[in-house]
């Protein structure tokens, strides 16, 4: 595990399921219609049971760059931060990532939450490329943990090596 | 139309075009002469002889157009006397969409027969790859991928639900062959074996699973299973997509070195084979020191060595073998699984054509997650029920799970007389075990006790059949003949589970199954989908609600009725005797 303080919060970076860390709230990467489809949406749907669901069905469609909190049912986290970024190559990637990025962490602190987990934001199936992730998600959690904050812990969890290694490799220069 | 008009998605499908182009493709695209003679090797073409669109050149024709346009030189030069267009529009895009994903299943049998060398399968797939990068697919592509990136594995398995199956098997086989010690090991560390499977043994076919650990079990085999990065299939292959083809393969590959695995064996699978043997290491720019064997050749090595011993005479039927297009197109994988099908079974009569000519299942490429072209799917198939009918033959097997599903949904939908099996299944079928000690004659405790299970079928015989067996069994049975009453039935009994028929008059199965899925009260009610028909596939990987938590091929038997009732409904054990 590679960690680093920025002033009273620690930022991880950890290898694991995202969906199943017991966290106060973990950020799941949203469609504009907020249906959970497949993938962490998977996980959801079968461990949170049929509340997530329908909390969404009152609060969707939204904009890309926002983002929309609802409880996590059985889940083991408490809540879920349902982050809408952007999605294969469409405009502004970069605008609406760091947006999206802070959408979550003005719910989070909204919400009071702790401890926070992030997915590597739009890498994989949305095809944001790993350097361009790294290099938003690192930016703008310095810049938001540098000021006043609630969160105490927030982690990055990544799934495999080839996520791990470039983020690793980001932590240094942090 | 102009470039100033073009769409983003068509721009950044444009900007992406010359990095998606090897030598291979480039030469693919610049070297077809329009021989035609690859047009009666594609099972399309030959299933719809009146329709030109479905030739392979045609198809190939559609990116070749582009290609001319942006890159070669004639085509920016002289574009009217090369045919070179443009893409502009996001029509246009799901335009190619419709010909890349539902008129061409990869299957390579094209390329065989083209005297250029051209190899249109891989052109097609880096087309399929450019229009996924732009978010351009079919709903089941991109519900199968993301679980894929996301999950790990291509049907969303979740960790604990393969670790309860594993489990679950285990049970049951330790049971079978009366030997505490038969069981699923997992994640061991310096196995000589480490057993890699196909999703949709966990979630459709845990026999498949079980039968495989049979073998393992006889052969003495230090072997295991690993926890996590178990899928050995790659989505990456059909949908085009390098960077999940590598990122799928990474994980399995370091998950057997994690375990120091000697030997990393595939299970029957050819698009997963070719992935994780062939395709893989290149896709993640990285060699791996992994040794890789199919399971096929894994099982004809144990007969060989004398290290399991097989009775023929214990598969009785009439057996034909189908290549799958990438164990034999791909992989040359051709004779293993006919010498090992010889050695477990006696009466084995050839396919034609066969080997690298035979024709695809029609369910290759990612088709069967495709449910918008299932009627294109299953016209195209008519060559090869023609193929499957003329060996006479009452079994077909296959060394593919693909292939499983391909060719069951063809043969019911030309009402051909034959089942599908896997060597893996007639293997174990055929292993000579020590007899059991035979159990003291007594009472038993029935293995669904206490269990209500809701019966939906609309033919008399089969609502009798299934309660009658279920109720054989310790189940409380509520037999329901009207797709209409289903939802009230359930609201009023909450069964445990439901077994429910696709095709009934008035409503669909599926209906009925949306209409539980949507109904807080019935939501979580276990379903268990009976069907002869291929729209299932349409419930499995559309996912508007969720999936059936089971599904039976019609005909059923009550061996794998019951199996998969138990594991369904997670109940370990079958009957057990007791004394009275
Ligand atoms: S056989 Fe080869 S050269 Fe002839 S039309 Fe087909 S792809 Fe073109
Ligand atoms: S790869 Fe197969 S399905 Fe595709 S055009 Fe060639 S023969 Fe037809």
Redesign the pocket.
């Known amino acids: 595990m590679t960690e680093k303080k920025i002033k009273d919060t620690t930022l991880r970076l950890v290898r694991g399921d995202i969906a199943a860390m017991e966290v106060d709230a973990f950020v799941f990467y949203a469609r504009p219609d907020l249906q959970l489809g497949s993938g962490f949406g998977t996980a959801i749907t079968q461990r949170g049971g049929p509340a997530v669901k329908k909390e969404l069905e009152k609060l969707g469609p939204v904009a890309t760059g926002s983002a929309v909190v609802t409880a996590a049912g059985e889940m083991k986290c408490k809540r879920i931060i349902h982050a809408v970024g952007p999605r294969f190559q469409e405009e502004d990637e970069e605008r609406k990532l760091r947006e999206v990025m802070r959408a979550s962490l003005k719910k989070a602190e909204e919400g009071g939450v702790k401890t926070l987990a992030f997915p590597p934001m739009g890498t994989g199936f949305y095809g944001i490329t790993l350097d361009l992730c790294r290099k938003v998600m690192l930016d703008e959690l310095r810049r938001h943990l540098e000021g006043p904050t609630a969160l105490r812990e927030v982690s990055i969890v990544v799934k495999d090596s080839r996520e791990q290694t470039p983020f690793e490799e980001a932590f240094k220069s942090l | 139309m102009s470039d100033a008009t073009r769409s983003h998605k068509a721009k950044k499908f444009l900007e992406r075009l010359p990095k998606k182009l090897s030598r291979q493709i480039v030469g693919s695209l610049v070297g077809c002469v329009h021989c035609g003679m690859?047009t009666q090797?594609?099972?399309?073409?030959l299933s719809n002889p009146e329709d030109p669109t479905f030739a392979?050149a045609h198809?190939a024709d559609q990116l070749r157009k582009i290609f001319k346009r942006h890159i070669d030189w004639t085509g920016r030069v002289f574009p009217w006397w090369v045919s070179a267009k443009s893409v502009f529009t996001d029509s246009e895009l799901e335009d190619l969409k419709d010909i890349a994903f539902g008129k061409?299943?990869?299957?390579?049998?094209?390329?065989f027969n083209c005297p250029m060398g051209v190899d249109?399968?891989s052109a097609?797939r880096t087309l399929r790859g450019l229009l996924v990068h732009v978010g351009v697919m079919p709903e089941g592509v991109a519900v199968v991928s993301k679980d894929q990136w996301e999950i790990g594995n291509q049907m969303g398995v979740l960790k604990e639900d393969y670790i309860e199956t594993l489990e679950w098997m285990s049970d049951e086989l330790s049971g079978e062959l009366g030997d505490a010690g038969a069981r699923i090991p997992i994640d061991v560390k310096n196995a000589a074996v480490v057993y890699s499977i196909n999703p949709r043994e966990v979630k459709y076919d845990p026999r498949s699973i079980s039968d495989a650990a049979k073998i393992f079990w006889a052969a003495r085999e230090n072997w295991c299973m690993p926890s996590e990065c178990w899928d050995m299939t790659n989505f990456g292959l059909f949908s085009g997509d390098d960077d999940l083809g590598g990122a799928a393969g990474r994980r399995l590959f370091e998950k057997v070195m994690e375990l120091k695995g000697r030997k990393l064996v595939i299970s029957e699978c050819g698009h997963g084979y070719r992935s994780t043997r062939c395709e893989a290491q290149n896709w993640a720019g990285q060699s791996f020191p992994v040794d890789m064997e199919s399971s096929v050749i894994t099982m004809l090595r144990y007969i060989k060595e004398g290290r399991i011993k097989v009775d023929k005479a214990k598969n009785k039927e009439s057996y034909t073998f189908h290549d799958s297009c990438n164990n034999a197109r791909s992989c040359g994988l051709t004779e293993e699984p006919r010498e090992l099908l010889n050695l477990v079974a006696p009466d084995f009569r050839e396919m034609h054509p066969n080997r690298a000519e035979n024709y695809?299942c029609t369910g290759g490429g990612g088709a069967m997650s495709m449910s918008e072209y299932t009627p294109r799917r299953l016209k195209s198939a008519k060559i090869k029920a023609e193929q499957l009918k003329a060996t006479g033959a009452t079994v077909v097997v296959t060394s593919c799970h693909n292939c499983v599903d391909g060719l069951s949904d063809l043969i019911k939908h030309y009402k051909l007389d034959m089942k599908v099996t896997q060597l893996v299944n007639l293997v174990a079928e055929a292993l000579v075990i020590p007899a059991k000690v035979a159990a003291p004659a007594a009472g038993k405790v029935l293995a669904l006790a206490g269990r209500t299970i809701m019966v939906v079928d609309d033919e008399p015989d089969a609502l009798t059949f299934f309660s009658a067996l279920l109720a054989d069994h310790g189940a409380r049975t509520i037999p329901v003949s009207d797709p209409n009453e289903v939802l009230k039935a359930a609201r009023k009994e909450k069964p445990d589970l439901i077994t429910l028929d696709i095709s009934m008059p008035g409503k669909d199965g599926g209906e009925v199954l949306c209409e539980l899925r949507k109904n807080p009260e019935t939501e979580a009610i276990k379903v268990c989908v009976i069907t002869g028909r291929p729209e299932l596939r349409k419930l499995i990987y559309d996912r508007t609600v969720r999936p059936p938590e089971g599904y039976l091929d019609k005909p059923v038997d009550e061996a794998k009725l019951l199996t998969n009732v138990r594991k369904i409904l997670e109940l370990a054990h079958e009957d057990v005797p007791v004394e009275s």
């Open positions: 690859c090797s594609c099972h399309y073409m392979p198809k061409c299943t990869n299957c390579r049998r094209c390329t249109f399968a097609n695809c």
